[in-house]
């Protein structure tokens, strides 16, 4: 007697956690216009070009938009640019809507000093430098309007188990149902 309710409340609750979680999405820019200094593409469109990425978001005050101080994490190339002195300075997402931002990291291994910056809409900086042997590069990557961006929520491990208790009790409704042959 008590069975049904009980498990249509604890689904209840499990829906309401799975609400209330923090969101992630995984994020892809792909296109961009070439903008190399001696390279000899200089405003050659390359259509393979994509920068990629995860993002961790919390919408604090339930607005249904993520705003900078609204970001747990922001990963790009195994880096999250909220960690030591990395840094997203802007940010702005609306679920089914455009995402903007713009984040910068600085690292450096033995040899070298890197820099990446990317500002949507605009553009996506890398430099290196070899304060030793004098060694620098640098590649710029300018946003063009055939630029394309994908946004793809990721499911939280709730939304997979309220799935799988829904397809359980599914079967075992339909199991329960059929009447007995003979």
Known sequence: MFKQ??????LMSGA?????ATQTYDWSYKGFTYNEEGSGRIGVFDPAIEVDGRFVVDDKNADGKFSVDEVLS???AGRDFTKGYDSVQQFSFTPGGTLNFTAGAAWHDDIYSYG?????GEYIGYGFHDPVGGRHGSATWLWSDQTKLTVTAVPEPQTWMMLGAGVLLTVGASL???????
């Open 116 to 120: 990446l910056v990317i500002v949507t």
């Open 5 to 10: 309710p009980l498990l249509a409340l604890a």
């Open 16 to 20: 309401l956690s799975a609400s209330a």
């Open 74 to 76: 922001f990963a790009h």
């Open 176 to 182: 329960r149902q059929k009447p007995a042959s003979r």
